[in-house]
């Protein structure tokens, strides 16, 4: 069965520190991959997405992520963390199922930006 | 930004009560999902719909009802609320065509039963 976890629950960092959020996931069959941000007391947001192509994609606000297929491993990285990047952070892989796609969640994991 | 709404945002009810949760879209998408969203937990998929009339469960059994009357409208139903049904639900759509799987999430709606 298809699974993602995402191994730290919080992560705490001070202000203008790299970060890696990490994220792996198991399944058996090609996926797509994604990042979503939760901010306090807001839905989801899309942050990035792997579909084909470059192993490396960005977000538009410096964050980025790589699709490692042999680790099966889609880790978020930012080399400088703001105070407005306190957020939830998602990882989720989209599957094949019932001739559609569905997606596949990560427990989510707490950026706590320390000043 | 995406054009989803779910009303209310914060809703206190008493246990027994008859509760429907609302979401709607504007962007015409076929698919829509319900999502059970609880503190360190993964996003539980607990109804989903991929059209006009069509409603599934999800992988989380739920007590609670969908219907699918208007694409653009997938109301969510507590025939009689417990507190075991507090949580945080998220609705989302997601764009036709298979390649395209982001999803579009309304606020959400906090649900507390006492």
């Known amino acids: 069965a298809q699974s993602v976890t995402q191994l730290d629950s919080q992560v705490p960092v001070f202000e203008e520190a790299p970060v890696e959020l990490r994220c792996n996931y198991s399944s058996s069959v090609s996926v797509y991959l994604f990042w979503y941000v939760q901010y306090p007391n807001q839905g989801l947001q899309l942050l990035l997405k792997y579909l084909s192509g470059s192993t490396l994609v960005e977000s538009i606000n410096g964050f980025e992520a790589e699709f490692n297929k042999s680790q099966t491993s889609f880790h978020l990285r930012k080399p400088s963390v703001h105070i407005s990047d306190t957020a939830e952070y998602f990882c989720?892989?989209?599957?094949?199922?019932?001739?559609?796609?569905?997606?596949?969640w990560g427990a989510g994991t707490k950026l706590i930006i320390k000043p | 930004e995406a054009d989803i709404y779910q009303t209310p945002r914060y809703l206190v009810i008493g246990t027994g009560k008859k509760i429907t949760l609302e979401c709607s879209q504007t962007m015409g998408h076929d698919k829509m999902y319900w999502y059970q969203q609880d503190p360190g937990m993964e996003l539980h998929l607990i109804h989903y719909?991929?059209?006009?009339?069509?409603?599934e469960k999800g992988d989380l059994s739920s007590e609670s009802t969908v219907s699918r009357i208007r694409t653009e409208h997938f109301p969510l139903t507590l025939e009689s609320a417990r507190p075991s049904h507090t949580s945080q639900y998220l609705c989302a759509s997601i764009p036709t065509g298979q390649l395209n799987t982001e999803a579009f999430f309304g606020q959400g709606t906090r649900l507390t039963v006492v």
């Open positions: 989720a892989v989209s599957v094949p199922r019932d001739s559609n796609y569905q997606l596949i």
């Open positions: 719909s991929y059209g006009v009339n069509s409603t």
